[in-house]
């Protein structure tokens, strides 16, 4: 089954800055709206930002300003760029598309694809 593969997680000090990608190897980007989850240490989850198959963005407000979503078609990858890191932002992020679905509160096993999840730790 085809899976979407996060990769450019990990530890920062508060203040930096991450940029998280996100590949498919089977179908390609411009079929599907995309988006980034971040379930929290403490099971919270939360839908960061999505991009919509005809180039619309949402942000939660919590990151609209810090983090920018974008997509490389050509490379078939999505990216989620972050900058000025909190400690809050400390989780689990995971790509997924929800294909037909749409966007629930949290990600679903139902949706059409979806990544393994990429651990984000930012210390003070």
């Known amino acids: 089954e085809e899976r979407l593969v996060e990769s450019g997680g990990g530890s920062v000090q508060v203040g930096g800055s991450l940029r998280l990608s996100c590949k498919a190897s089977i179908f390609t980007f411009d079929e599907f709206d995309l988006g980034w989850y971040r379930q929290t240490p403490g099971g919270k989850c939360d839908l960061l930002s999505t991009?919509?198959?005809?180039?619309?963005?949402y942000y939660k407000d919590s990151v609209r300003g810090r983090f920018t979503i974008s997509a490389d078609i050509a490379k078939n990858t999505l990216y989620l760029q972050m900058n000025n890191l909190k400690p809050e932002d400390t989780g689990v992020y995971y790509c997924?598309?929800?294909?037909?679905?749409?966007?629930?509160?949290?990600?679903?096993?139902?949706?059409?694809?979806w990544g393994q999840g990429i651990q984000v730790t930012v210390s003070s």
């Open positions: 991009l919509s198959e005809n180039g619309v963005t």
């Open positions: 997924a598309a929800p294909g037909t679905l749409g966007w629930l509160p949290c990600l679903s096993d139902a949706y059409k694809y």
